[in-house]
C-alpha cells in the first residue's frame, strides 16, 4: 500500500512526464536514453533514423512494467544495419493501464526497429505473451516482419498439435460455461453476518479461476477484448511474410544475413509425458486421465444447457455411465427443491448448502489449462562465441519442469555421441549461459533447479525477470517472484538481476550493499556491468521503473 | 409420543471393514462385511440423530437420493442395508455408523460429549459470549463433489464427499472406470470425523502458523482412522491370521484408504501408518522431519511415530502367548496360528489400540490453542496419560516417547526427554484468584445445555481476567499473554474498553476421566487467546509495534495465549500450557514459515498468499 506522501509524489511525477509524452508521440524527436552511470553521457543521437545497436554486441531489452514479456534482441549485421528479434508482447489481462503501456511500449518498438522485424517470436498462446498485438494492433499493423517462428505445438497441420489444441479448447469452453452458470456473477452473494473476519477465516470470496483466466486472455473478469490469443495468433501469421514451426532437437537455426549466433531450439517436447508435467512433485494425480478429468465437467456441462448440446448414442451412454447410481434411484434436485420438504432447504441453514463446492474442481482443471499451455512454450537458447568461450542468452517462455526436464535429451550435432568434447548438449548450453531470462515471471515450476538453474555456473550469468510483485501479490495473491528462487538467482548472478519492477536506483542501492563484500563482485566487476546496461526513459503510465532496460553481451 | 421405556442400547448396522475393494479379494471378502454396534439413539430420516445429519444431495449431477429410514421394521431385522456401492441409501447407513463409532471413541476418551465449532460472534465483552450459535448436528454429504476428494468445511459445518472413475494404468482391484465413492472407505470417513471433532476443540489450528499444525490436522485424523481399524474384531482376526501376529507389516490393517489410493494411481493405499526403515541400521529417517514440509507428507512421520509406538506396546502385551510358540517373545511363528492364539492376539491388539487412541485423543485437552507443533502433541500426551495413570507399569509412555525421538520429532524447551521432564510445566506458586467463583460445573443431559454452560463459564472467565490488578505480572507472563497497556500495539486492541490489549476466552470444558483404577480426574480446560498484527517485514513489526498505525495493513495474524487446565477437586491450576504472544523467535519462525517456503506446489503460487475459505479442501486438492 502506498502512504499518502508517496501517492502524491506519484501524482506529480505522473503530471510531469505526462507533459512530456505528445512529443515521443510524434517520433521525430528520438528519446535519450539514460545510460549507464560510467558509459558515456548523451551516446544517442538525436537523428530520425533507428537506433543502432552497439557495435559488436548483441544487445537484450527487455519492457518494463508489465507483467507480461516483451524482449527486444539485437544483433548489428552487414550493411549498417541491425537484425532485430521480437520475443513477445504482451501483459496480463486485468493489469491496470496495460494498454498504455502496451502502447508506449510498441511505439518505442517502432522507433527502435523502424518498424521491421527479422524475427517475431511467439514463445506460446498465452495473454501476458501476445496481448500487445491487440492492443497496439494500429502500431503493429504497420510492421513489416520477415519471420514469425512458432513452437511446433501452434500448427494446426500437425495432428498432435490439434489434439492438444482440441482439448485446450474444450476445458477453456467449459470452464468459462460453469462460471456463466455458477461464477461470482450468478452467484448470489452470501454474506455471512456473524462469522466476522476476526474468526480464524475470513469469508473472502475471491474467485481462483478468473483470475487464472486472465492467461488466457478471457477471464470473465475483465473487459472482454477485441481479440482473443487464437485470433491474435491468426493475424500474426498473416502479418508475416514467412511462417516457420520449430520442434527441438532440430538442427540449430542459422541466423539470417550471416550474423555469428546460432539459435538452439530446447523445447516445446513432443512427448506428451513431458508436455502434461507441471510440477516438480507429484500431486497432480487427478486430471491426468483426459476422460475422467474433462467427463466430470462435460456431464455437469450436459445439464447446464440441455437444449445446446446434442449428444450421439456413445455420447449419451458415456454421461449416463458417469452418473453415479442407476436410475431408479435418481430424482432431480431442482424438483424436490420445489416440495421445500427437505432439511437441506431450510432458509434459516442456507449457509451449508453445497451448491458451488463441487466447483472447487474447476480450479484444479484451470490450473491444469494454464500449465498445459505454459509447456508449449518455444525454447529458444541463442549461442554464440567461439568453441572455447561460449555464450549462451536462454529464453524458455514459461516452460515448465515437464519441458526443461526433456531438454536432457537432446545432443548437437544430431547423431553425434554426449561424449564427443565436440558435442553440445544441455549442460554445456546451460554452463555457458550469460542471461537468463527467467520463466514465467519467477513462479517457482518454471525454473528448473537441481538440472536448471544450478548448472548455470558462467561467472558472468545475469537474469532477467519480467515481473510486477506488487500487481502479482496485492491484486492477483500470487507469490512471484516466488522468494527462494529470487535469492537463489541474486546468489548465482551475484546481484545482477535485472527486474520489469525495479528503476536504475534500485539497482544501484543494490549494487552498493554488495560490492566490494567477500563473494561478491567488485567495484570493477559492477562498473563493467552498468557500462553494458542502458535505461530507457521514463514510462508516462508508470513510475516504477524506466521504459526498458538494455544489457549487451560482446559477440567476441 | 409416549416415552420409550427400554430403548435397546445398540443399533446394529452393517459396513464394509475397510472399503469396497476388499470384498473384491476372496481373502478378504467375508470379513469386509462388518457389522458394527452404535450407541442407540432416536433416529429420524437421513439418517439425522443428534450428533449427525447425513444429507444426501448431489448437485453436480442436479440429483437427489432419498434418505434411509433406519428405523423401518425391514432394516432394523437384517442390521440395516447390505454393503453395496450401487445403492445410495447404505451409503449413508455407512457414513452414519462410521462417523457416531468415531464420536465414541473421542468421548469415552474425553471423558464429555462431543460437540461441534460453533459460530462466531467475536466482540470484546462478555455479552458476545452469548451471541455465539450452537450447531448441533454436522452435516454429512456422502456425494457432495465429483473429484477424488473429500475434506471437512469449517465454514459449513459439514463433511464433503466425492466420488469418481478410477483412472490411470494400474487401478488394483478396482474396475479402470470405473466410480469409486469416497463416503464408502472407513478410512476416510473416520478420517474427516476427526477433522470436524479436533476442529470443534481447537479452533485456531486450521491456521497454518509452522510446518506441524497442518500436518498435525491430518496426522491426528489418519491415527484415528488406523487405529479404528482394530475395533473391528473380524477384520484384525483375518489379518492377525495372515500376519501370523507381527503388527509391523504392512497389512489392511496398517493402510489408509486402499481403494482411494489405487484409483488414483497410486499403485497401493494412499497413505500407510509404517514408514521407510533403513535395513542397515532398523532405524526408520530421523532427518525426514527436517525437511519434509508438504502437510500429509510431514503428518505421515507423526502417524508413523503413533502406530509404531502402538506396535511396540502389543510387542511387550503379546510377548509371553508368543514365547510359548516359538520360545522367544520377539520372534513371531513362521506357520499358521492356531486359532485360539488368533483370538488371543486379537484381543491384545484390540486392547492396546484402544489404549493407545485413548492417549491420543485424552492429549487433546493438553494442547497449547495456538500454534501446535509435534513435539508439543508428545508433551501432551506424556501429562494427560501421566495424570490420570500413575502408574505406568506397562511403559506405555516410554514407548512414545522412544517411537518419537527414532523420527527426530523432540519438544522445543526441554531438559531431557525423561518422561518426568515432558511433563507440561505447573505454576510455581499459587494464584489465589479463585479460578473456579462462579463457574458453573454441574451435569447436564443435553449437549446444547452443555455448550450453553461452557459459553457461560467462558463469560465469567473473561471478567476474571479484564480485572486484571488481581493477576500477578508474572503469571500473565508464564500464560504467554500481554494485556498491559504498554504491551505491543500490534496486539490487537478492544475497541469498547479504551483500547486496552483484547484477548478472548475460546472455550471452557470440564472433563471427567476415569482412571484404570476407577479414581475420577474431573478437571476444567481453558483456552485463552489473544492475536497481533504481523508483518512480513521484521522492520515493519517493529515501527508499528511502537508507532500502532493501521496502515500498512497487517501481511498475517500472530496468535499467542495459553490452556490452563484446573482440577476441579482442588481448584488449582495443575498446568499452564502457553505460547507466548510476545515471543519473538516465535513471530519470526512463523514469518519464515509463510514466507520463505520453496516446496509448495503450483496451485500454492498462485493460491497461496489468501487465507483459504476451504483449507482442507485445498490441501486435499493440492497434496
Known amino acids: ?556 | 409420543m409416549a416415552r420409550d421405556l427400554n430403548p435397546p442400547a445398540f443399533r446394529r448396522l452393517r459396513v464394509y471393514a475397510f472399503d469396497p475393494s476388499a470384498s473384491t479379494d476372496l481373502r478378504t471378502a467375508t470379513m469386509n462385511a462388518a457389522v458394527i454396534k452404535i450407541p442407540w439413539e432416536p433416529l429420524d430420516a437421513g439418517p439425522t440423530g443428534e450428533y449427525l445429519e447425513v444429507i444426501d444431495v448431489d448437485p453436480a449431477s442436479d440429483a437427489f437420493y432419498a434418505p434411509v429410514d433406519l428405523n423401518s421394521p425391514q432394516l432394523l431385522a437384517q442390521d440395516g442395508h447390505a454393503p453395496s456401492e450401487g445403492n445410495p441409501q447404505f451409503h449413508q447407513q455407512m457414513v452414519y455408523a462410521i462417523g457416531m463409532t468415531t464420536i465414541r471413541n473421542f468421548e469415552r476418551a474425553l471423558g464429555r460429549r462431543v460437540l461441534w465449532a460453533w459460530r462466531w460472534a467475536r466482540k470484546d465483552d462478555p455479552d458476545a459470549y452469548r451471541r455465539r450459535t450452537y450447531i448441533g448436528k454436522l452435516r454429512i454429504y456422502p456425494h457432495a463433489l465429483r473429484e477424488a476428494n473429500a475434506y471437512y468445511s469449517p465454514q459449513k459445518r459439514a463433511l464433503l464427499f466425492g466420488y469418481f472413475r478410477a483412472s490411470g494404468e494400474d487401478v488394483g482391484n478396482n474396475l479402470p472406470g470405473g466410480m469409486i465413492f469416497s463416503c464408502l472407505s472407513h478410512d476416510i470417513i473416520a478420517h474427516e470425523m476427526s477433522h470436524a471433532i479436533l476442529d470443534g476443540m481447537h479452533r485456531m489450528y486450521l491456521e497454518p502458523s509452522n510446518p506441524d499444525s497442518l500436518a498435525f490436522h491430518e496426522a491426528f485424523a489418519d491415527i484415528v482412522a488406523l487405529l479404528q481399524h482394530f475395533t473391528m474384531p473380524e477384520a484384525v482376526k483375518n489379518q492377525i491370521g495372515r500376519l501370523r501376529g507381527d503388527l509391523s507389516q504392512r497389512s489392511l490393517l496398517s493402510n489408509l484408504a486402499l481403494q482411494f489410493g489405487q484409483a488414483i494411481g497410486n499403485y497401493g493405499a494412499l497413505r500407510d501408518g509404517l514408514d521407510k526403515i533403513d535395513p542397515a541400521t532398523g532405524l526408520p529417517d530421523a532427518h525426514a522431519i527436517a525437511h519434509v514440509a508438504e502437510p500429509h507428507e510431514r503428518g505421515a512421520i507423526l502417524v508413523a511415530a503413533v502406530f509404531d509406538a502402538f506396535v511396540a506396546i502389543y510387542r511387550t502385551r503379546v510377548a509371553d502367548l508368543i514365547r510359548m510358540v516359538t520360545g522367544e517373545g520377539a520372534r513371531f511363528p513362521d506357520r499358521d496360528l492356531h486359532p485360539d492364539l488368533v483370538n488371543r492376539l486379537t484381543a491384545e491388539a484390540n486392547k492396546t489400540a484402544g489404549h493407545v487412541l485413548r492417549m491420543c485423543i485424552r492429549a487433546l485437552d493438553y494442547l497449547p490453542p495456538v500454534d501446535i507443533t509435534f513435539g508439543d502433541f508428545l508433551r501432551a500426551v506424556v501429562t494427560a496419560d501421566s495424570d490420570l495413570v500413575a502408574d505406568d507399569d506397562r511403559g506405555y509412555r516410554i514407548a512414545f516417547v522412544e517411537a518419537f525421538r527414532r523420527r527426530g520429532i523432540y519438544p522445543r524447551d526441554c531438559r531431557s526427554l525423561a518422561v518426568d521432564s515432558l511433563l507440561w510445566g505447573e505454576p510455581d506458586e499459587d494464584v489465589a484468584l479463585g479460578w473456579l467463583d462462579g463457574i458453573d460445573t454441574s451435569h447436564r443431559e443435553s449437549r446444547e445445555d452443555l455448550w450453553k454452560q461452557a459459553i457461560d463459564n467462558a463469560g465469567v472467565f473473561y471478567g476474571r481476567l479484564k480485572d486484571r490488578s488481581r493477576l500477578p505480572a508474572e503469571t500473565l507472563r508464564k500464560m504467554g499473554l500481554a494485556l498491559d497497556d504498554d504491551a505491543p500495539k500490534t496486539i490487537r486492541r478492544s475497541i469498547k474498553d479504551e483500547g486496552a490489549p483484547a484477548f478472548d476466552v475460546q472455550s471452557v470444558r470440564t472433563t471427567r476421566r476415569i482412571g484404570p483404577d476407577g479414581e475420577e480426574l474431573p478437571q476444567l480446560v481453558v483456552e485463552i487467546v489473544q492475536e497481533r498484527r504481523g508483518f512480513s517485514d521484521a522492520k515493519d513489526q517493529s515501527k508499528v509495534d511502537l508507532s500502532g498505525h493501521r496502515s500498512p495493513g497487517a501481511d498475517f495474524t500472530f496468535r499467542g495465549g495459553c490452556t490452563l487446565i484446573i482440577d476441579l477437586h482442588s481448584a488449582r491450576v495443575r498446568y499452564i500450557v502457553s505460547k507466548d504472544i510476545l515471543s519473538a523467535s516465535r513471530l519470526e519462525a512463523q514469518r519464515r514459515f509463510l514466507f520463505e517456503r520453496d516446496s509448495e506446489s503450483l496451485g500454492a503460487t498462485y493460491f497461496g498468499l489468501d487465507s483459504r475459505e476451504e483449507p482442507f479442501a485445498f490441501l486435499h486438492r493440492n497434496g
Open chain 1, 1 to 556: 500500500m502506498l502512504s499518502a506522501r508517496k501517492k502524491a509524489a506519484k501524482r506529480a511525477k505522473a503530471k510531469r512526464t505526462a507533459s512530456k509524452k505528445p512529443a515521443r508521440k510524434g517520433a521525430k524527436s528520438a528519446p535519450s536514453p539514460e545510460t549507464g552511470v560510467e558509459s558515456e553521457v548523451g551516446g544517442a543521437a538525436s537523428t530520425a533514423t533507428p537506433a543502432r545497436a552497439k557495435p559488436g554486441h548483441i544487445s537484450v531489452r527487455m519492457y518494463n512494467n508489465i507483467l507480461g514479456d516483451c524482449f527486444l534482441i539485437r544483433i548489428p549485421a552487414e550493411g549498417e544495419r541491425d537484425l532485430k528479434i521480437l520475443i513477445d508482447c504482451g501483459a496480463l489481462q486485468g493489469m491496470p493501464s496495460a494498454a498504455d503501456i502496451i502502447n508506449e511500449i510498441a511505439a518505442d518498438l517502432a522507433w527502435t526497429t523502424g518498424s521491421h522485424l527479422d524475427v517475431l517470436v511467439i514463445t506460446h498462446e498465452h495473454w501476458d505473451h501476445l496481448s500487445g498485438f491487440c492492443q497496439a494492433e494500429a502500431i503493429f499493423r504497420k510492421f513489416e516482419i520477415d519471420e514469425l517462428w512458432l513452437a511446433w505445438t501452434e500448427n494446426d497441420k500437425d495432428a498432435d498439435a490439434a489434439r492438444i489444441r482440441a482439448r485446450r479448447q474444450k476445458a477453456l469452453q467449459l470452464l468459462l460455461m460453469l462460471d456463466k452458470h455458477f461464477g461470482p456473477a450468478a452467484a448470489t452473494p452470501e454474506e455471512d453476518e456473524e462469522e466476522t473476519p476476526s474468526g480464524p477465516r475470513g469469508a473472502r470470496q475471491r474467485d481462483e479461476v478468473r483470475e487464472l483466466l486472465a492467461f488466457t486472455g478471457q477471464s470473465p473478469a475483465a473487459a472482454a477484448s477485441r481479440m482473443d490469443t487464437g485470433a491474435i495468433l491468426t493475424m500474426l501469421k498473416g502479418l508475416a511474410k514467412k511462417v516457420r514451426y520449430f520442434a527441438p532437437g532440430a538442427d540449430p537455426i542459422q541466423l539470417p544475413t550471416g550474423v555469428p549466433v546460432e539459435a538452439y531450439i530446447l523445447g516445446p517436447p513432443k512427448d506428451t509425458k513431458f508436455l502434461l508435467r507441471s510440477n516438480p512433485r507429484k500431486g497432480e494425480v487427478y486430471l491426468t486421465d483426459e476422460s475422467a478429468g474433462l467427463g466430470v465437467y462435460l456431464a455437469a456441462a450436459v445439464q447446464l444447457e440441455e437444449e445446446t448440446i446434442s449428444l450421439d448414442a456413445d455420447e449419451a451412454r458415456s454421461i449416463e455411465l458417469s452418473m453415479p447410481f442407476d436410475n431408479r434411484h435418481f430424482r432431480r434436485l431442482s424438483e424436490v427443491k420445489e416440495e421445500q420438504s427437505d432439511a437441506y432447504f431450510f432458509e434459516r441453514e442456507d449457509w451449508r448448502r453445497i451448491d458451488r463446492d463441487w466447483l472447487g474442481a474447476a480450479e484444479q482443471l484451470a490450473l491444469k489449462l494454464d500449465s498445459d499451455t505454459n509447456n508449449t512454450s518455444l525454447v529458444l537458447a541463442f549461442v554464440l562465441g567461439s568453441k572455447t568461450d561460449r555464450r549462451v542468452l536462454l529464453f524458455p517462455g514459461d516452460a515448465q519442469v515437464g519441458n526443461w526436464e526433456s531438454w536432457q535429451q537432446y545432443v548437437w550435432p544430431s547423431g553425434s555421441k554426449r561424449e564427443d568434447p565436440a558435442a553440445i548438449d544441455i549442460q554445456k548450453l546451460l554452463a555457458a549461459t550469460v542471461l537468463y531470462k527467467v520463466g514465467h515471471h519467477a513462479s517457482h515450476n518454471a525454473t528448473l533447479r537441481a538440472n536448471g538453474l544450478e548448472l548455470m555456473t558462467h561467472p558472468d550469468l545475469v537474469a532477467m525477470i519480467p515481473v510486477r510483485e506488487e500487481f502479482a501479490r496485492k491484486t492477483k495473491h500470487w507469490n512471484m517472484p516466488f522468494p527462494s528462487l529470487l535469492a537463489r538467482l541474486l546468489e548465482r548472478t551475484k546481484g545482477r538481476v535485472l527486474r520489469a519492477d525495479r528503476s536504475m536506483d534500485d539497482l544501484k542501492a543494490d549494487r552498493d550493499r554488495r560490492q566490494d563484500k567477500p563473494g561478491e563482485l567488485s567495484r570493477d566487476d559492477w562498473e563493467g556491468f552498468f557500462s553494458r546496461l542502458s535505461f530507457g526513459p521514463e514510462s508516462a503510465h508508470s513510475d516504477v521503473a524506466p521504459l526498458y532496460v538494455e544489457y549487451s553481451v560482446p559477440l567476441t
